[in-house]
């Protein structure tokens, strides 16, 4: 089944089929009434798709396009802990239902060798200390939070197909959520931050079969083919003449697990920029930076478990370059689709807003894939911002009839296609040129 196809079926089994089951086994309905689950998920989730800051009275005007009539009074009343629990699970469905949405695969030669490339981050959401039964908050020092979760997100930059979207309490580690979610596939490559860093999780990903490019952690235990310990500062240094540096390494004093280390080494401007940083930071702290972390600062440091003849140092320097897509998205997420932002606080409100916003955000990227977007070739915060404008329109279309939802998507591909103006900016700067830069110029 086409993405054209698959899209409309899920949305209504979404908003429609699972709104209403679920809104009986919550106790959102328990009598025969005007405003059914169904009804209500899809005034909130198409209304804030529309405008992520809508009001009451807006939802109300949203409603009507979807044929309701309703009073913002009985909006308001509306959200409730019962109306959360059935947008949660509305949203635990989408979520299933969207994993299976993939757009158009990447044609860039350099990551044609790899089944998927799959990037791996998560993002914070503080919630009223009210709501710490239901999502635990951080207990550390410097997080004294009470509640809040974290979305975690896995997608393929390759085809923008999520493997895993997926909510945890706050005090939940990176690596720990990372673990719950189903194993990548065989010759797939994994790009993810220091919070994901685990030598265990390393070695499973390469018994797996599958590649992974990591920053290196420091204070890592470093040593040769022969077990004994090295000094990676004296070991750069006698590689003053080259940009990049390729080195077959053990890490970890017990583990030994073997890799192969990355050096990139960066300009004088560059290596200063970053030691005035970790000076600062260390000043915050009233502490004194190490001489080897000031030293090692004038490179990046990578491990992977790629061969040289799959990627040479320079394209790894470049594809690590990728993530940083994952952290456009929750930019996306937060600065245009206002997912943590309400203008209630109200507790059970605010979480009820949250839910919807997710499984509005799910539906705008299945809409933007549809679109034919592409993650590492286009601006991620202009397509949504394109999207967002056909809002009102595919509410229309959705309460019309599945056909009539086709046809808008139709229309959007189309406008996306002849629009021309979703590229990222030029310049040498941007990934897609490095990446490009770097398949020419191993």
């Given at each position: 089944m086409s993405i054209l196809q698959q899209v409309p079926d899920k949305m209504q089994t979404i908003l429609e089929t699972v709104a209403d089951e679920v809104a009986v086994t919550t106790g959102f309905v328990k009598r025969k009434r005007k405003l059914t689950g169904s009804a209500l998920a899809q005034i909130l989730v198409l209304g804030w798709l529309e405008n992520p800051e809508a009001s009451y009275q807006q939802l109300t005007e949203t409603a009507a396009t979807l044929g309701i009539q309703v009073s913002r009074q009985a909006l308001e009343q509306r959200l409730t802990p019962e109306t959360a629990k059935m947008l949660k699970l509305t949203l635990d469905a989408a979520i299933t239902e969207m994993l299976e949405v993939a757009g158009r695969r990447e044609a860039l030669p350099l990551l044609q060798q790899f089944s998927g490339v799959y990037i791996q981050d998560s993002t914070w959401i503080t919630l009223p200390d009210e709501l710490h039964?239901?999502?635990?908050?951080?207990?550390?020092?410097?997080?004294?939070?009470?509640?809040?979760?974290?979305?975690?997100?896995?997608?393929?930059?390759?085809?923008?197909?999520?493997?895993?979207?997926?909510?945890?309490?706050?005090?939940?580690?990176?690596?720990?959520?990372?673990?719950?979610?189903d194993p990548l596939p065989q010759r797939s490559l994994r790009l993810a931050d220091l919070a994901y860093f685990s030598l265990d999780e390393l070695e499973k990903l390469t018994e797996n079969d599958v590649y992974w490019i990591s920053r290196l952690k420091a204070n890592s235990y470093l040593a040769d083919e022969n077990g004994e310990r090295i000094d990676l500062g004296k070991m750069l240094k006698a590689e003053v003449e080259n940009?990049?540096?390729?080195?077959?390494?053990?890490?970890?004093?017990?583990?030994?697990?073997?890799?192969y280390l990355i050096a990139e080494k960066l300009s004088e401007a560059e290596t200063n920029k970053r030691r005035r940083s970790i000076r600062y930071r260390a000043k915050r702290k009233a502490q004194t930076p190490s001489k080897a972390l000031l030293r090692l600062a004038g490179y990046n440091l990578y491990i992977t478990n790629t061969e040289e003849h799959q990627l040479t140092p320079k394209q790894v320097c470049a594809i690590v370059g990728i993530r940083w897509q994952v952290?456009?998205?929750?930019?996306?997420?937060?600065?245009?689709?206002?997912?943590?932002?309400?203008?209630?606080?109200?507790?059970?409100?605010?979480?009820?807003?949250?839910?919807?916003?997710?499984?509005?955000?799910?539906?705008?990227?299945?809409?933007m894939l549809v679109a034919g977007y592409r993650h590492i070739?286009?601006?991620?915060?202009?397509?949504?911002?394109?999207?967002?404008?056909?809002?009102?329109?595919?509410?229309?279309?959705?309460?019309?009839?599945?056909?009539?939802?086709?046809?808008?998507?139709?229309?959007?591909?189309?406008?996306?296609?002849?629009?021309?103006?979703?590229?990222?900016?030029?310049?040498?700067?941007?990934?897609?040129?490095?990446l490009k830069e770097a398949t020419e110029n191993p």
């Open positions: 039964e239901t999502w635990k908050g951080q207990p550390k020092k410097n997080h004294r939070q009470k509640a809040a979760l974290k979305l975690h997100l896995c997608f393929d930059i390759l085809t923008g197909r999520f493997h895993d979207f997926q909510l945890t309490n706050g005090m939940t580690a990176d690596s720990t959520a990372a673990k719950a979610a940009t990049y540096i390729r080195k077959t390494l053990r890490i970890g004093k017990r583990k030994q697990l073997r890799v952290e456009l998205m929750y930019k996306c997420f937060k600065s245009i689709g206002k997912l943590h932002v309400s203008r209630s606080q109200k507790p059970y409100r605010m979480l009820s807003e949250i839910y919807a916003k997710l499984i509005a955000l799910l539906i705008q990227h299945a809409v070739q286009q601006s991620f915060i202009k397509t949504a911002k394109h999207i967002a404008g056909y809002a009102r329109l595919l509410t229309l279309s959705f309460h019309r009839s599945k056909t009539a939802l086709r046809e808008t998507l139709k229309t959007i591909r189309c406008s996306f296609e002849n629009g021309g103006t979703f590229q990222r900016s030029t310049g040498k700067n941007t990934t897609f040129w490095k």
